[in-house]
């Protein structure tokens, strides 16, 4: 529970560590966490938290972190976001996406151009995947007015968990301002698009990860292409493993995205390509019949956008909000005072499941670091 302390506010706890990290940057409010599992066997921050608290100090300039010695009470004090170059190891608990997913936020609002690099894992079963991120979060961020030949996420190297071993290049522009954005048409699904990774395996397993999606979503929709991509010699990172990530495309150009990747080397059962390959499409099925003009794992960056949006109305149809997005608004709330009016929109023309209509006034958030040229 938040409860502000003077400037500062204050939860207990480890969990949504980064949104509150992410949002008390943005709004420049200091954040004092206690009780950071104080009560297990291994108390304290994590070794990818310590990971990402370090980030933060990279991208910003007069940061004040201040974290007790049995690491179970952190108090951040935000500096100005900086940008520029930054080099980062992120921890190979968590892949590149948890880290990236931060700098999605934070990116536009940096005093110079953001050029990240970003050493890990690239694809693992908890977060999301660059390739996903890639496909749907860098969109988003182009119909809020971030675009340019500045915004480019490239993927040097693969690596795959527990060995990590991956790179990507991130960049993005500054902005002043975001726009506010109308997005309430979803449209028909017209094509699927999808990458099929294999690391230190056999070329061979990509392919059969391709017919076995195929094989279930041919029956939907004919305009379906998934590129294989096997990384050879040091590209490859260090640890064997394949994965799939599938994206559809529809007729407004919203994209909505499904991921799976292979047990890491000596943990789980081994996985088959087949049953990796059925297993995401199926995924990928039902996050078209969730629906939205938002896939889940961006709800959270589009509602920030919206929230620091011009003073204007935003509105975007989504589907069913996740658990992490519904936290994430209570968080808008503290550090914002920002409240979203919530329409639920039935099920009509058998077009997938009950949506959620979000409208905001955005609090006209502006980048005064911003570089006048």
Not at 110 to 138: E, F, H, W
Not at 247 to 274: D, H, I, R, Y
């Amino acid at each position: 529970m938040a409860s502000g302390r003077g400037q500062a506010l204050h939860w207990d706890g480890a969990r949504f560590l980064r949104p509150r990290l992410v949002l008390s940057t943005l709004s420049g409010r200091s954040v004092r966490i206690t009780g950071i599992r104080g009560a297990e066997l291994e108390p304290g921050l994590r070794d990818f938290e310590a990971s990402f608290i370090r980030l933060m100090d990279k991208v910003t300039n007069g940061s004040r972190i201040e974290i007790n010695e049995t690491g179970t009470t952190l108090y951040y004090q935000p500096g100005l976001l900086h940008g520029g170059t930054v080099e980062h190891d992120c921890h190979p608990q968590r892949s590149i996406g948890y880290y990236l997913e931060a700098l999605l936020c934070l990116a536009p609002f940096c005093k110079r151009p953001l050029k990240a690099i970003l050493k890990g894992v690239t694809n693992d079963q908890k977060d999301p995947s660059v390739d996903t991120l890639k496909a749907t979060a860098l969109p988003i961020m182009k119909r809020f007015g971030i675009d340019g030949e500045g915004l480019e996420l490239k993927i040097v190297r693969r690596g795959m968990p527990p060995g990590g071993g991956g790179e990507i290049i991130f960049s993005c522009p500054v902005r002043r301002f975001l726009k506010p954005i109308q997005l309430v048409d979803p449209g028909k699904i017209k094509r699927i698009r999808g990458v099929a990774y294999c690391t230190r395996v056999s070329p061979q397993m990509a392919n059969r990860i391709v017919d076995a999606a195929r094989s279930i979503l041919n029956k939907f929709i004919p305009d379906i292409y998934i590129y294989t991509d096997h990384m050879k010699g040091a590209n490859s990172g260090k640890s064997p493993g394949f994965g799939l990530s599938l994206v559809a495309e529809t007729t407004t150009g919203t994209l909505l995205s499904a991921e799976l990747a292979s047990n890491p080397t000596g943990q789980g059962s081994p996985l088959l390509p087949e049953d990796l390959g059925k297993n995401c499409a199926k995924l990928l099925l039902e996050e078209i019949y969730r629906g939205g003009c938002v896939d889940s794992i961006n709800q959270s960056l589009a509602l920030l956008y919206m929230t620091l949006g011009q003073q204007d109305v935003s509105k975007v149809q989504m589907g069913p909000l996740s658990p992490y997005t519904i936290e994430f608004l209570r968080h808008l709330k503290s550090f914002f005072q920002i409240m979203f009016k919530i329409e639920t929109q039935s099920m009509e023309e058998r077009k997938g499941g009950d949506k959620v209509l979000m409208t905001c006034i955005g609090v006209g958030y502006s980048n005064i670091s911003k570089i006048v040229t």
